[in-house]
Each structure stands twice: as structure tokens, then as C-alpha cells.
T-cell receptor
Framework: NAGVTQTPKFQVLKTGQSMTLQCAQD?????MYWYRQDPGMGLRLIYY???????DKGEVPNGYNVSRLNKREFSLRLESAAPSQTSVYFC?????????FGPGTRLTVL | GDSVTQMEGPVTLSEEAFLTINCTYT??????LFWYVQYPGEGLQLLLK?????DKGSNKGFEATYRKETTSFHLEKGSVQVSDSAVYFC???????????FGQGTRLTINP
């Protein structure tokens, strides 16, 4: 039982490049989330998916897109990366109230 | 909107000291409250939770009581250890919602 897994762990991009962050959970949870963590700002919600086939914007969705591929997988895409998107990205899943987090992806955009 | 305010860090204590990290919240409904812990280089882990007023959440020697009258959920531990060094986040989920609202985090360092 791996919980929530994320790939890659680290990534460096140049401005304008695109990439997809992958997330998968094996807990059969309906809800999944993408957050970004920046120093002094806690975690901010980018997008979430309450169930397979649905996605909704969070607090900071601009510059990102998501896909809920199936119940297990929820990917985050940066179409044209910007330095302001340098951050640590966390995926989470939940059933009922508590959320379970992956280990994070540290992204640097030059 | 809903919000969570935590005491500013960093907090530095000696081993075996008493710990309190303050957390207050603003919510329109009747939220559930959480404390998460983040160890260096890792994701967040749920530490404890409380779902209604006067509930006490506890885990690993940490405790927090849901105080509706003061809209608070302060984290306490009687005797901290070096291994408790981490960043602690207070969070809420409002009734009927699915989105966590986080405080800004409090960095705790315990010196031997």
C-alpha cells in the first residue's frame, strides 16, 4: 500500500517549456487535490477533483490544467512554465474529511 | 471566506519543554479542524483532528481541543523531543465543503 505517489521528485524547466506532474493513489479515494507550497504562504489549492470525471478550480488555477484520468490518477500540466511557478507541488487524496499527501515535486523554472 | 491563523514561527525549544502552537480560525459554518506535520523533505502527514466543539484530538503525545467559544484549536505537547522538529500546519474543512484551508505553518526546532 503506497498511499499517494508523485513523479517526478525534482524537475528543472526553462521558461516556456511544458510538463506534466503525475499523481496516483491506491486508497480508492474519490477526491484528489493539487497544491503548491511557497515559503511563508502555506499550501494553496490549485485544482481539485471531487470524483472521477470532475475537476474544479481552487485558489490559484491560472497557468495550470488538470486531468482526472481515472479514479487513481490526477495529473497537473503546466503548458508554458513561468518563473512564478517555481514551487513545491503536492498531490493529495481524501475520503470523508482527512487528506493524505504525496511526497511532493520540487519544480524550478529558470 | 474561511481562514486559519497560526502563531508565527520559528519556535525553538529545548528537549522536554512544554509546547503550545496557537491556532485560531474564521469559518461561516461548523468546520472540522486538523493539525498536519511536515518533516524535512516530506509531504504533510495528518497528526490529529477534531470534528465538533469540545472534541479533543490526540496522537503521538500531541493534543488539541476544539474550542468553539474562542474559535481556537491550539496544539500542545507536554515534553517535546528532537524528533518533533518539523513544520506544523493548522487547517479546517468547513461543513459541506471538501477543500482544506491551511494556516501558514509554524516551524518548530527542538534542541537537545
Amino acid at each position: 500500500n503506497a498511499g499517494v505517489t508523485q513523479t517526478p521528485k525534482f524537475q528543472v524547466l526553462k521558461t516556456g517549456q511544458s510538463m506534466t506532474l503525475q499523481c496516483a493513489q491506491d486508497m480508492n479515494h474519490n477526491s484528489m487535490y493539487w497544491y503548491r507550497q511557497d515559503p511563508g504562504m502555506g499550501l494553496r489549492l490549485i485544482y481539485y477533483s471531487a470524483s472521477e470525471g470532475t475537476t474544479d478550480k481552487g485558489e490559484v488555477p491560472n497557468g495550470y490544467n488538470v486531468s482526472r484520468l481515472n479514479k487513481r490518477e490526477f495529473s497537473l500540466r503546466l503548458e508554458s512554465a513561468a518563473p512564478s511557478q517555481t514551487s513545491v507541488y503536492f498531490c493529495a487524496s481524501s475520503e470523508e474529511l482527512a487528506q493524505f499527501f504525496g511526497p511532493g515535486t520540487r519544480l524550478t523554472v529558470l | 471566506g474561511d481562514s486559519v491563523t497560526q502563531m508565527e514561527g520559528p519556535v525553538t525549544l529545548s528537549e522536554e519543554a512544554f509546547l503550545t502552537i496557537n491556532c485560531t480560525y474564521t469559518a461561516t459554518g461548523y468546520p472540522s479542524l486538523f493539525w498536519y506535520v511536515q518533516y524535512p523533505g516530506e509531504g504533510l502527514q495528518l497528526l490529529l483532528k477534531a470534528t465538533k466543539a469540545d472534541d479533543k484530538g490526540s496522537n503521538k503525545g500531541f493534543e488539541a481541543t476544539y474550542r468553539k467559544e474562542t474559535t481556537s484549536f491550539h496544539l500542545e505537547k507536554g515534553s517535546v523531543q528532537v524528533s518533533d522538529s518539523a513544520v506544523y500546519f493548522c487547517a479546517l474543512v468547513d461543513q459541506g465543503a471538501q477543500k482544506l484551508v491551511f494556516g501558514q505553518g509554524t516551524r518548530l526546532t527542538i534542541n537537545p
